[in-house]
C-alpha cells in the first residue's frame, strides 16, 4: 500500500536533473506476531540506514520494488531472470545518473510469517541479485566506478560472502580452543547459532520468543545466500513464482 502523499513526494526529487531513479521508504508491517515476521522488520530498519548512507554520499544501489520511479528516457526492460529494483538503478547510474532515497515517499507490506514462505522467497531474490551481479559484474571495477564499486561490493557481494566467513571463523575458532579467550568466541558463536535453532523451533511450535528473533532471521539470511547461490551456479532462473501474500 502507498501513503496518500508517496507519489507527489516521490516525483519531486527528480527536480535535480542529476537524478536519474528515486527510491522510497518502505515499511514492513508485522501483523502475526511471528520471529520470522519481527526479523524481517529488524533488517529493513538496518537496511533502510544504509540506504540513507548511501543516498548522501553517492548513488543507491538498489531500490524498493513495490515503489519506485525512474525518469522515463532512462527506463530499459530488464531481462527477466535478474531482479529488477536492483539491476534498474544499476542501469541508471551506468547512464551517468544518480538514484537517490526519498524517505518521504512511503510504502507498506505485510512480512511473511511462515519460515518456508520467507525462505523461498529470499532464495528467489537472491538468485535473480546474483544473476544481477554477474550480468553487471563490469560495475565492480573500482578503477572505473570508485565510490559505486565500493558499495557494490560492501553492500551486495560482502553480504553473500557472509557465510563462508562464518564457516570459516567456526573452524579456526575450534582450531585455538586451547586458548581461554577463544573458548569464550566459541561459546559466544555456539550460542547464537543454538539460538536460531532454537527460534526456529519456537516459530514451528507457535510459541515465539522475542529474544530468538535476530539470531534467527541471521541464520535463515545466510542460510538463503548460500541456497541461492548453489541454484545460481546450476542455471536456475526463477522468473515466475505463486505470490505468498
Same mark, same amino acid.
Given at each position: 500500500?502507498?501513503?496518500?502523499?508517496?507519489?507527489?513526494?516521490?516525483?519531486?526529487?527528480?527536480?535535480?536533473?542529476?537524478?536519474?531513479?528515486?527510491?522510497?521508504?518502505?515499511?514492513?508491517?508485522?501483523?502475526?506476531?511471528?520471529?520470522?515476521?519481527?526479523?524481517?522488520?529488524?533488517?529493513?530498519?538496518?537496511?533502510?540506514?544504509?540506504?540513507?548512507?548511501?543516498?548522501?554520499?553517492?548513488?543507491?544501489?538498489?531500490?524498493?520494488?513495490?515503489?519506485?520511479?525512474?525518469?522515463?528516457?532512462?527506463?530499459?526492460?530488464?531481462?527477466?531472470?535478474?531482479?529488477?529494483?536492483?539491476?534498474?538503478?544499476?542501469?541508471?547510474?551506468?547512464?551517468?545518473?544518480?538514484?537517490?532515497?526519498?524517505?518521504?515517499?512511503?510504502?507498506?507490506?505485510?512480512?511473511?510469517?511462515? *519460515?518456508?514462505?520467507?525462505? %523461498?522467497? #529470499?532464495?528467489?531474490?537472491?538468485?535473480?541479485? $546474483?544473476? !544481477? @551481479?554477474?550480468?553487471?559484474?563490469?560495475?565492480?571495477?573500482?578503477?572505473?566506478?570508485?565510490?559505486?564499486?565500493?558499495?557494490?561490493?560492501?553492500?551486495?557481494?560482502?553480504?553473500?560472502?557472509?557465510?563462508?566467513?562464518?564457516?570459516?571463523?567456526?573452524?579456526?575458532?575450534?582450531?585455538?580452543?586451547?586458548?581461554?579467550?577463544?573458548?569464550?568466541?566459541?561459546?559466544?558463536?555456539?550460542?547464537?547459532?543454538?539460538?536460531?535453532?532454537?527460534?526456529?523451533? *519456537?516459530?514451528?511450535?507457535? %510459541?515465539? #520468543?522475542?529474544?530468538?528473533?535476530?539470531?534467527? $532471521?541471521? !541464520? @535463515?539470511?545466510?542460510?538463503?545466500?548460500?541456497?541461492?547461490?548453489?541454484?545460481?551456479?546450476?542455471?536456475?532462473?526463477?522468473?515466475?513464482?505463486?505470490?505468498?501474500?
Amino acid at each position: 500500500m502507498i501513503a496518500n502523499d508517496g507519489i507527489r513526494k516521490l516525483v519531486r526529487s527528480f527536480g535535480d536533473s542529476t537524478v536519474g531513479c528515486v527510491g522510497t521508504k518502505l515499511t514492513y508491517v508485522s501483523k502475526g506476531g511471528s520471529a520470522t515476521g519481527a526479523g524481517g522488520s529488524s533488517y529493513w530498519n538496518y537496511e533502510r540506514w544504509i540506504k540513507t548512507m548511501e543516498s548522501t554520499v553517492n548513488s543507491l544501489i538498489g531500490v524498493s520494488g513495490c515503489f519506485y520511479g525512474v525518469r522515463k528516457r532512462l527506463y530499459e526492460k530488464i531481462p527477466p531472470n535478474l531482479i529488477s529494483d536492483f539491476t534498474i538503478a544499476l542501469v541508471t547510474y551506468e547512464k551517468g545518473f544518480r538514484v537517490v532515497y526519498e524517505e518521504g515517499a512511503q510504502s507498506f507490506e505485510e512480512t511473511l510469517e511462515d *519460515s518456508e514462505n520467507e525462505l %523461498s522467497m #529470499r532464495v528467489r531474490v537472491a538468485v535473480r541479485t $546474483y544473476a !544481477a @551481479l554477474w550480468a553487471k559484474r563490469h560495475l565492480l571495477n573500482p578503477l572505473r566506478y570508485g565510490l559505486f564499486a565500493f558499495q557494490l561490493i560492501s553492500h551486495k557481494v560482502l553480504r553473500y560472502a557472509v557465510p563462508a566467513f562464518l564457516v570459516t571463523l567456526f573452524i579456526a575458532n575450534i582450531a585455538l580452543m586451547g586458548r581461554p579467550v577463544y573458548q569464550a568466541t566459541f561459546l559466544l558463536q555456539a550460542s547464537v547459532y543454538l539460538g536460531a535453532l532454537a527460534g526456529y523451533r *519456537s516459530q514451528r511450535q507457535g %510459541s515465539r #520468543r522475542g529474544f530468538l528473533d535476530k539470531p534467527y $532471521y541471521f !541464520a @535463515l539470511a545466510n542460510l538463503v545466500a548460500v541456497i541461492a547461490l548453489f541454484r545460481f551456479l546450476r542455471g536456475d532462473h526463477m522468473v515466475t513464482w505463486t505470490p505468498m501474500r
